[in-house]
């Protein structure tokens, strides 16, 4: 059995439960015996032993970092899958964005529970979706600017989540240590994607501040990455480009057209890193998939949507990447190899 999709009572595990209880008030209305029967009935739903709670995990597309979210997610959960309490159900659209309303659509008419959209874009087409029941972001670095929450703390609807907002300031810092001739940056990103845009008005922010050049190339997609990064690559003491889902997807193109160059590559994130970037103090993508599985959890368990504020990611991913070091010839310092996790070597 699965609970309904239409109330939006508390937004919580106990939503079923509350439903059931109107029901009963009726029942009591016409007979003290169906009253009965419907208090059973809540009793059950309550100790978990008759229906199954089931969570709809969306991502846009098939990418390394949100991949690892969904596993760290479906791992932390997996006890309760493993007790018959919870039920998964993944979808994703294949970088089709056009298909979001439809796949999720469909997750409400198959009776989900509550719905766990990865990334800014998934999120959005979710609160478009449905006000009725919990839903529960991944990977969100700007969810206020996003339109999904007023306030990091005031989650009154019926959706939070945990943020991926990137540690601008560190990265930069990290930047004019490792790379202190690094004068102008290129900036390459998507400007479809609210999160790539607020990081790189941060980013804009921090060189003003600091005396430094930036220049940008933008992109619509995967194929634009080379190019947009050829054309600043003669330019340009080094490239950043913050957790940008299109860039990421092509950073063998990016780092090549990099390496030419002979200029790094700083990001926002750790798989980028791993894709062949040079350095980030950036986001741990297991982190915030157990971080948000925990919120899962506890919203199953009956917290309220209302009680749960947006969380920011608890942990950045500091890494380096040897093997890039000694292409482009920068020197790592000693204490950064005990701090950062080297990769490359």
């Known amino acids: 059995m699965k609970t309904t999709n239409n109330t939006n009572t508390g937004y919580k595990v106990g939503r079923g439960i509350i439903k059931r209880a109107v029901n009963c008030g009726t029942a009591a209305a016409l007979a003290l015996t169906m009253l009965a029967g419907c ?3 809540s009793e059950s ?3 978990g032993n008759t229906e199954v709670y089931k969570v709809g995990i969306i991502q846009h597309m098939d990418h390394p970092s949100l991949n690892q979210i969904n596993e760290k997610i479906q791992e932390t959960l997996e006890p309760l899958v493993e007790e018959g309490k919870v039920e998964i159900v993944e979808k994703n659209a294949s970088g089709d964005q056009t298909m979001l309303p439809t796949i999720i659509k469909g997750l409400l008419q198959d009776g989900c529970d509550m719905l766990v959209p990865i990334a800014t874009p998934t999120a959005q087409a979710a ?7 919990p839903i529960v972001f991944s990977a969100v670095s700007t969810p206020v600017e996003a339109g999904l929450v007023e306030d990091f703390n005031k989650t009154d609807k019926n959706i939070t989540g945990v943020s991926n907002a990137i540690a601008i300031e560190d990265i930069f810092e990290l930047a004019q240590e490792l790379t202190p001739d690094a004068k102008t940056f290129g900036f390459v990103y998507n ?6 845009v607020t990081g790189i008005e941060r980013a804009r922010e921090y060189c003003d501040e600091h005396g430094l050049e930036y220049k940008e190339a933008t992109v619509t997609g995967t194929a634009d990455v080379a190019q947009a990064a050829s054309s600043l690559a003669g330019e340009v003491d080094a490239l950043f480009t913050p ?3 299109t860039v990421a997807s092509a950073m063998a193109a990016y780092v090549e057209v990099a390496d ?3 200029i790094p590559v700083y990001c926002g994130a750790d798989s980028m890193v791993n894709d062949g970037g040079f350095a980030t103090v950036g986001i741990d993508y297991d982190v915030l998939g157990v971080q948000t599985g925990e919120m899962i959890e506890r919203i199953i368990n ?3 949507i209302a009680d749960t504020p947006v969380e920011q990611v608890a942990e950045y991913a500091k890494m380096l990447n040897v093997s890039e070091a000694k292409k482009l010839g920068i020197e790592i310092p000693a204490e950064k190899e005990t701090e950062f996790q080297l990769i490359g070597e």
């Not at 609160?127 to 029941?133: F, G, W």
């Not at 400007?191 to 790539?196: L, P, V």
Request: aromatic share 0%.
């Open 39 to 41: 208090q059973k009935a």
């Open 45 to 47: 739903k309550a100790d």
């Open 127 to 133: 609160a478009a979706a449905t006000s009725d029941i």
């Open 191 to 196: 400007t479809s994607e609210i999160n790539s």
């Open 243 to 245: 957790n940008d889902n």
């Open 260 to 262: 030419k160059a002979g």
């Open 302 to 304: 009956g917290a309220e």
